[in-house]
């Protein structure tokens, strides 16, 4: 069974940088993106960008541009997801989830636990 | 505010037939992008339930089934169960944001 191991709870404050990584098992790490969502406390969720963990290729949402930085290490088949100058506003659970197609609109099929990121002074 | 519209909730007895709706625009569901959903429990992560309009992983009952039509598209589930009370999420790709949306999430509450 695909497995999607994230790392565990941070807290920071305002203006922190928080890097979250996504430890893949199971199948190819190389073969499938991985993309990026976040879910604040009580409210839906919001789609934050793609990595392709072969060419190392990324794409981010415009809101998060400039502040996120997706990278992986295919040696431990494992992707990261750094954001910067963190705010209050930031504070959710971040999923890490892999992409069976790599199409432009292609879903998730399987979905790491959760890594809840708090921010505050 | 979502740029896929979603009802915040619905509700249904046990053995009855609920949907959820999914509302987009020209620039998503609209111009024929994909329209997928996911089930999340309480502290755990979404699900996926169905992908691609209506087509289920193996492991979702025949119970959830999905559609689509114009800038809209709709999950149904029939024969309600305890089990299914949960959030449901709609998403697609909006070529305006150059990526992936979601619905705001429905909460589905078996009476």
């Known amino acids: 069974q695909v497995q999607l191991v994230q790392s565990g709870a941070e807290v920071k404050k305002p203006g922190a940088s928080v890097k979250v990584s996504c430890k893949a098992s199971?199948?190819?790490?190389?073969?499938?993106?991985i993309h990026w969502v976040r879910q604040a406390p009580g409210q839906g969720l919001e789609w934050m960008g793609w990595i392709s963990p072969k060419s190392g290729g990324t794409h981010y949402a415009q809101k998060f541009q400039g502040r996120v930085t997706m990278t992986r290490d295919t040696s431990i088949n494992t992707a990261y997801m750094d954001l910067s100058s963190l705010r209050s506003d930031d504070t959710a659970v971040y999923y890490c989830?892999?992409?069976?197609?790599?199409?432009?609109?292609?879903?998730?099929?399987?979905w790491g636990q959760g890594t809840l990121v708090t921010v505050s002074s | 505010q979502s740029v896929l519209t979603q009802p915040p909730s619905v509700s249904g007895a046990p053995g009855q037939r609920v949907t959820i709706s999914c509302t987009g625009s020209?620039?998503?569901?609209?111009?024929?992008?994909?329209v997928h959903w996911y089930l999340q429990l309480p502290g755990t992560a979404p699900k996926l339930l169905i992908y691609?309009?209506?087509n289920r992983p193996s492991e979702i009952p025949d119970r959830f089934s999905g559609s689509k039509s114009g800038t809209s598209a709709s999950l149904a589930i029939t024969g309600l169960q305890a089990e299914d009370e949960a959030d449901y999420y709609c998403?697609?790709?909006?070529?305006?944001?150059?990526?992936?949306?979601f619905g705001g999430g429905t909460k589905l509450t078996v009476l």
């Open positions: 691609g309009n209506n």
């Open positions: 989830a892999r992409d069976p197609g790599g199409g432009l609109d292609d879903y998730f099929d399987y």
């Open positions: 998403q697609s790709y909006d070529s305006s944001l150059s990526g992936s949306v």
């Open positions: 020209s620039s998503n569901i609209g111009a024929g992008y994909n």
């Open positions: 199971r199948y190819t790490f190389t073969d499938y993106y």
